[in-house]
């Protein structure tokens, strides 16, 4: 029978290995050894015999049946997991301060996380991260957001990646920032000359606060993926130049997919009677979704014009209505109209804004894990 005596922890105080650690063997074998941390102290009887499965362990850990249901959908086999295993993993949680509810989230981005091990360089690891995050909270959301920063088996090398973001010019402070935003961070980031040859095509300074979002943005993706991405906006007739000078302005448009940027692009020339070089200037045009706020709103903007010439709504100031909440846009382009006008309009915009892209219900792909 397992019983937690678990202590309660001091968040007060730093987060620090000094005093040294105290190895708990919960499980032993030819393949495996676990080192548990110090702030929850577990006792296991020797009779293996007591633990029925991995669901019982999950239980008596704090998982309700509820999270039980979320963690076993993204990963089945845990079920049939060597319940051994499964404690080792929850140890180690419990010292970080983790509970039920974010193992939950752990899960849903690392459906492996109980099939990894720990390596040796564990204790090394978790000294390196309490220093850089400084904070038992921040190191928690790190963790939450990235679990392969406890499992990944020399792969990722927390410290050269700090290192390195360093050398290009990113803060500390920054840098934590950034690696709450964006978990792949550490395990992704890779520069070369071709990297670096785009971050200063950008035109971006240092001491810019977008510089570290162009900084990580490039050191994460690929060198193939930067190339197909500037290459799908020279078709529309930007240059190189306009390309990057966008980019440093407006970091995330290198997280736009190439369809994303083609579906936007066409609907703001072919549709809105734009010209593309509006997009530099305005870069919502090309976040915005198409379905949902672009196509419903210019187009009942048309129907408006149609119905009365008083109305000059479609050109370049359009953009300030495109970006307006839609309670303030419909208080002011459709409520402002009589009752039997007011009706009419928005059926229209309802019927408008329900057309799915022909396809968009086949789509068999989900969105799981780590954004961008």
């Known amino acids: 029978m397992l019983r937690f005596l678990s202590t309660v922890s001091k968040f007060s105080q730093p987060l620090t290995l000094s005093a040294g650690i105290k190895a708990l063997r919960v499980f032993s074998s030819t393949t495996c050894s676990t080192i548990c941390l110090t702030e929850t102290k577990v ?3 020797d009779d293996k015999s007591k633990w029925s499965d991995a669901t019982e362990l999950l239980s008596k ?4 049946d509820d999270d039980l249901v979320r963690i076993f959908s993204r990963c089945p086999s845990l079920r049939n997991a060597d319940p051994s295993m499964v404690q080792s993993k929850l140890c180690l ?25 720990s390596n ?4 090394e690891r978790i000294e390196h991260l309490t220093s850089l995050f400084e904070s038992r909270d921040v190191l928690q959301k790190a963790i939450v957001r990235n679990p392969s920063l406890l499992l990944s088996e020399g792969r990722c090398n927390v410290k050269a990646t700090v290192e390195l973001y360093e050398k290009l010019g990113v803060k500390k402070g920054d840098l934590i920032q950034m690696l709450l ?57 930007f240059s190189e130049e306009e390309i990057f000078g966008l980019m440093g302005r407006s ?3 290198l997280t736009l997919s190439t369809d994303k940027v083609q579906r936007n692009m066409t609907f703001i020339l072919g549709t809105m009677k734009l010209d593309a070089k509006m997009v530099l200037k305005q870069p919502y045009l090309l976040y915005a ?7 419903p709103r210019v187009l009942l903007a048309l ?13 370049p100031t359009i953009v300030s209505l495109l970006r307006m909440p839609e309670k303030r846009f419909l208080d002011l382009f459709v409520k402002c109209h009589g009752e039997d006008v007011a009706n009419e309009l928005m059926d229209f915009y309802k019927r408008t804004k329900e057309v799915k892209r022909l396809g968009d219900s086949s789509k068999k792909c989900s969105k799981r894990g780590f954004p961008f």
């Not at 850990?61 to 309700?64: E, F, Q, V, Y």
């Not at 510089?211 to 906006?233: D, H, P, W």
């Not at 149609?306 to 479609?314: A, E, F, L, T, Y």
Request: positive net charge; proline residues 3%.
């Open 61 to 64: 850990w704090g998982c309700s």
């Open 181 to 237: 935003l964006r978990p792949t961070v550490i395990s992704r980031t890779s520069f070369d000359a071709e990297k670096l040859e785009y971050l200063s095509k950008t035109g971006i300074a240092k001491d810019s606060k977008m510089y570290k979002y162009m900084v990580t943005l490039i050191g994460i993706s690929r060198v193939e993926t930067i190339r197909e991405k500037v290459a799908n906006f020279t078709k529309f007739g």
């Open 303 to 315: 129907k408006i014009q149609d119905m009365d010439s008083k109305w000059q709504i479609i050109g």
């Open 251 to 253: 970091p995330n448009v």
């Open 93 to 117: 949680l419990s010292d970080l301060g983790l509970r039920a509810s974010q193992l939950v989230k752990i899960v849903n981005c690392r459906p492996r996380f109980f099939q990894s091990r």
């Open 120 to 123: 040796s360089s564990l204790e």
């Open 289 to 295: 979704n198409v379905d949902t706020v672009l196509k």
């Open 43 to 45: 006792e296991v009887e």
